[in-house]
Structures are given as structure tokens and as C-alpha cells.
């Protein structure tokens, strides 16, 4: 049977029957099938368009044809592993280098976020020769185990905490222990870290990395304080630790202003390893670290080669160079400035006239809408966030999903070709849900779906 007679039944059928049910789906008491994309929109099998506030995978949109084309150009010239010379590799090092700071000049390729942060973790213990790491409370890196070691999301739920592994508050200055009324909250949070690297000392241990994301995103889409990070790494390089910077979600202009979401955090501020992936290759997996000679030398030095089958290979980097030709051509962080201040300014007037939306957290295309049952107690309204994004899908063709702790935040991470227009859409449908969840007095009950 051809696979485009197969119907949703089917499909999904076969999916329960074949595929390891850990592997979830989006809106599963009803999944939504997609059988092609374009842009920010995806079209199921009856040829219905919903707007895609999901996936920024799909960065500079759904099947670009730059993307495509340069895609099967290189598929039909060449594709072999790195230890065959080849220009796209260093072509490509070239144009990402230019984006970061001088000092990070060095490049791994492989395929996956998962496998640039497993990458981060060697190359952090080989250069200190310690083992300790800490990171953030609530952060997800990734699927490896060496990664669920360090994601307190996954392994409070698993294993648990290794005697290695030290995890710092998150600096969450809506729901955490400083908050938007402390004078210096970045300093107050990285204080934190500082009084962690002082009990991990007194233990007779020593620290390899401070692990986070740019923008904690599985966290609640998190903007981290001003000053954080900077202060963060001094007290990390005074214990001879190095910083690393998850960008796989964050990178690639989707903050808009920079490109980078870490240079937030201002010019004087430079991790010692970034980590990048999701929206590299639009879709294609490649994913890629950057880091500091001297840290590449250490790794080096090892003596032992790291060779990775596809990471870098000419298809995946000509991909990776047609991406970031259309973040250019196309003005894609200009775009992220202007939809994103739009969009900020109209879920800040929701807010103004919904109780239940709590917090707003936006910066480019990275926005987050914290919904609570009691905004004086901050009570995460996590069955309310289940609620509108089910009825965003069907009433409005909306596809939006939630994060954080509770599952109470509405996360917009779309691709970065959406307008204002899409903006104006997806706030109107919101302003209607909300209006009419208050008016028919519904009551959701907080507890985790």
C-alpha cells in the first residue's frame, strides 16, 4: 500500500504497533497527521493549514527551497565522511566563525544537539581533568545518559542525582527564589553558584563546567537576568571550571538582536564551549561545538582521534551554509525584532486583561505566557494551558505546545519566517479562548495532566 492511502487510522495504527510508544506525540487523544509544510504553516492529509508556533527545527521555515536545492545539488555531487579534503567543511566553519567571538574559532561537527553536548562534556573533563558539573535546575541537554546525568527534567525522574552532578536555582526571576522586585537578581543567582562551587570544594571535588542553556527553555522559557552569566563564569574560571553554552534551542538569530542568545549578556561576556544544533540545518540533523584552542589542544592531546561518520559531511554543511545564507538574505533576526516587539506588545495587553496570565516572557521569537489559577500565589495553571492549546488546534488550526516545570507556560518558538499578521492571529484566537474560558466560569483544577 502506497503511504499517501494510508488514512490517519491507519497511520497511527501502525505507529502504536511499531514505534515505542516513549516516542509521544503532539496531541495525542487526537494527533494531527501532516503530510507536507511550507513556511510557518503545515497541511494535513484532508489539505487543512495550521499555523506552526512549534517548530523551531524548521527555522527559516518548512522545506525552503534555497534549502532543498542546495540540499540535492550537493546529494548529487558529493557525500563522504570528513577524512576525505573537501571544501564545504571549512567553508562552513569559516561562515559560523564569524558570527562568534574570536576567541571560539575551533569547530566539532556532528548530527544532533544530544551529540554536541555529550561532545561539550568530554571536552570541559579533558581539559580541567575534573569530572563535576553543575547545572541548572530543571535543565534538559539531552538523550544520551551522559546527558539525562545532567538534566535534572530527566533524571529526577530516572535514576537520580549523581554525586557529580551539583544543580544551581534557575534563575527565574517570575517564579524563583529572586524575583523581578530584588535590585540585582543576576548577581544574587550567580552568588548561588558561587556558594555550590564552595560546598563542592569542602567535599574535596573540583568542577570541569557550569552546563546551561542560553535561554532556559524546557526551565519556562526563561530571559535570564542581566549579568548572570558573566558573573557566573568568573567564579567557574577562579575554580578552573569552563563555561559551556547550550544554544542548540537559542542559536541562529532567533533572539533577534544578536545572534547568539548568550551575547545577551553582553560584549564582555564569552563562554569557553557553544553548543548549537536544532535549527542549523532546517530540518536536516547537523549540529556542531565550538570552543577555544587551547581547550581543542587538550582534547587533542588525549591522544585518541574523534572521528564522527556523518558529522560534517558536504551535504549537511552545504545545507547548513544555504541556512545561513537565508537568515541573511532574508533578514530573519530583523523579522525576529520586529514580529517578536509585536508580539510582546500584544500578549502584554492580553495580560493587562486576563487574570490568569501571570508572566510574559519574550525576546526575537522566543516567548513564553505563564498561565496561573491565582496570580498573588503565582499557582501554575497547568490543566488552563492544556485546555487552550487543545482548543488553539481545533477551533483555530493553532499548533502551540507548553513547558516548564508545571506545564503551565504557552511557548512560542516558531519559525522565523512568522509575521505579524500570524502574531496578530494567534493572540486574537487567545483573547477569544480566554474570554471564553472567564465567561462560562470554567474551573480547572491544578494538577499535572
Known amino acids: 500500500m502506497a503511504e499517501e492511502n494510508f488514512t490517519k487510522e491507519e497511520t497511527l495504527a501502525m505507529?502504536?504497533?511499531?514505534?515505542?510508544?516513549?516516542?509521544?506525540?503532539?496531541?495525542?487523544?487526537?494527533?494531527?497527521?501532516?503530510?507536507?509544510?511550507?513556511?510557518?504553516?503545515?497541511?494535513?492529509?484532508?489539505?487543512?493549514?495550521?499555523?506552526?508556533?512549534?517548530?523551531n527545527v524548521q527555522h527559516v521555515g518548512h522545506c525552503h527551497p534555497a534549502v532543498t536545492t542546495a540540499a540535492a545539488a550537493q546529494?548529487?555531487?558529493?557525500?563522504?565522511?570528513?577524512?576525505?579534503?573537501?571544501?564545504k567543511i571549512v567553508l562552513y566553519a569559516a561562515r559560523l566563525g564569524a558570527t562568534l567571538p574570536d576567541k571560539l574559532c575551533v569547530f566539532y561537527f556532528v548530527n544532533s544537539g544530544s551529540e554536541a553536548n555529550d561532545l561539550a562534556l568530554r571536552?570541559?573533563?579533558?581539559?580541567?581533568?575534573?569530572?563535576?558539573?553543575?547545572?541548572?535546575?530543571?535543565?534538559?541537554?539531552?538523550?544520551?545518559?551522559?546527558?539525562?546525568?545532567?538534566?535534572?527534567?530527566?533524571?529526577?525522574?530516572?535514576?537520580?542525582?549523581?554525586?557529580?552532578?551539583?544543580?544551581?536555582?534557575?534563575?527565574?526571576?517570575?517564579?524563583?527564589?529572586?524575583?523581578?522586585?530584588?535590585?540585582?537578581?543576576?548577581q544574587a543567582y550567580a552568588d548561588k553558584v558561587k556558594d555550590l562551587i564552595e560546598e563542592i570544594h569542602r567535599k574535596g571535588r573540583k568542577i570541569s563546567a557550569f552546563f546551561a542553556e542560553s535561554l532556559p527553555s524546557v526551565g519556562g522559557q526563561i530571559l535570564l537576568p542581566q549579568g548572570y552569566s558573566s558573573k557566573v563564569a568568573e567564579y567557574v574560571h577562579s575554580a578552573g571550571g569552563v563555561f559551556v553554552a547550550d544554544e542548540v534551542q537559542t542559536g541562529f538569530?532567533?533572539?533577534?538582536?544578536?545572534?547568539?542568545?548568550?551575547?545577551?549578556?553582553?560584549?564582555?561576556?564569552?563562554?569557553?564551549?557553544?553548543?548549537?544544533?536544532?535549527?542549523?540545518?532546517?530540518?536536516?540533523?547537523?549540529?556542531?561545538?565550538?570552543?577555544?584552542v587551547e581547550i581543542a589542544q587538550a582534547f587533542t592531546a588525549n591522544g585518541v582521534e574523534y572521528f564522527n561518520t556523518f558529522g560534517g559531511n558536504p551535504v549537511s554543511c552545504a545545507i547548513g551554509l544555504a541556512v545561513l545564507d537565508v537568515i541573511e538574505e532574508e533578514d530573519l533576526r530583523g523579522n525576529?525584532?520586529?514580529?517578536?516587539?509585536?508580539?510582546?506588545?500584544?500578549?502584554?495587553?492580553?495580560?493587562?486583561?486576563?487574570?490568569?496570565?501571570?508572566?510574559?516572557?519574550?525576546?526575537?521569537?522566543?516567548?513564553?505566557?505563564?498561565?496561573?489559577?491565582?496570580?498573588?500565589?503565582?499557582?501554575?495553571?497547568?490543566n488552563l494551558a492544556?485546555?487552550?492549546?487543545?482548543?488553539?488546534?481545533?477551533?483555530?488550526?493553532?499548533?502551540?505546545?507548553?513547558?516548564?516545570?508545571?506545564?503551565?507556560?504557552?511557548?512560542?518558538k516558531p519559525p522565523m519566517c512568522f509575521s505579524v499578521e500570524d502574531a496578530d492571529l494567534v493572540v486574537a484566537c487567545l483573547e477569544r479562548i480566554l474570554s471564553d474560558?472567564?465567561?462560562?466560569?470554567?474551573?480547572?483544577?491544578?494538577?499535572?495532566i
Not at 541548572?136 to 535514576?159: E, N, Q, T, V
Not at 474560558?437 to 499535572?448: F, Q, V
Open 437 to 448: 474560558i472567564k465567561a462560562n466560569h470554567l474551573t480547572l483544577e491544578n494538577e499535572d
Open 253 to 292: 538569530g532567533r533572539v533577534g538582536s544578536h545572534f547568539w542568545a548568550f551575547q545577551l549578556q553582553g560584549e564582555n561576556f564569552c563562554p569557553d564551549i557553544v553548543t548549537m544544533g536544532k535549527p542549523m540545518g532546517n530540518g536536516h540533523p547537523v549540529a556542531c561545538v565550538a570552543t577555544t
Open 336 to 382: 525576529a525584532i520586529r514580529v517578536g516587539e509585536h508580539l510582546k506588545g500584544l500578549l502584554k495587553k492580553l495580560q493587562a486583561r486576563h487574570e490568569v496570565i501571570g508572566d510574559v516572557r519574550c525576546v526575537g521569537l522566543f516567548a513564553g505566557v505563564e498561565l496561573v489559577t491565582d496570580r498573588e500565589k503565582r499557582t501554575p495553571a497547568t
Open 123 to 186: 571536552l570541559a573533563q579533558q581539559y580541567t581533568q575534573n569530572q563535576d558539573v553543575i547545572v541548572l535546575d530543571h535543565a534538559y541537554h539531552g538523550h544520551l545518559m551522559s546527558l539525562i546525568d545532567i538534566s535534572p527534567y530527566k533524571f529526577r525522574k530516572l535514576a537520580g542525582q549523581k554525586d557529580w552532578v551539583h544543580v544551581a536555582p534557575l534563575p527565574d526571576t517570575y517564579r524563583g527564589m529572586y524575583r523581578e522586585d530584588h535590585p540585582n537578581p543576576g
Open 386 to 412: 492544556a485546555l487552550v492549546v487543545k482548543r488553539l488546534k481545533e477551533e483555530d488550526r493553532i499548533c502551540m505546545s507548553t513547558d516548564g516545570p508545571w506545564d503551565n507556560i504557552l511557548k512560542l
Open 75 to 87: 546529494m548529487d555531487l558529493l557525500n563522504v565522511n570528513t577524512r576525505f579534503l573537501n571544501d
Open 15 to 55: 505507529r502504536l504497533r511499531l514505534i515505542g510508544q516513549s516516542c509521544r506525540l503532539f496531541y495525542k487523544e487526537d494527533p494531527v497527521k501532516i503530510v507536507r509544510a511550507r513556511g510557518q504553516y503545515l497541511f494535513d492529509e484532508n489539505g487543512n493549514r495550521y499555523l506552526d508556533c512549534i517548530s
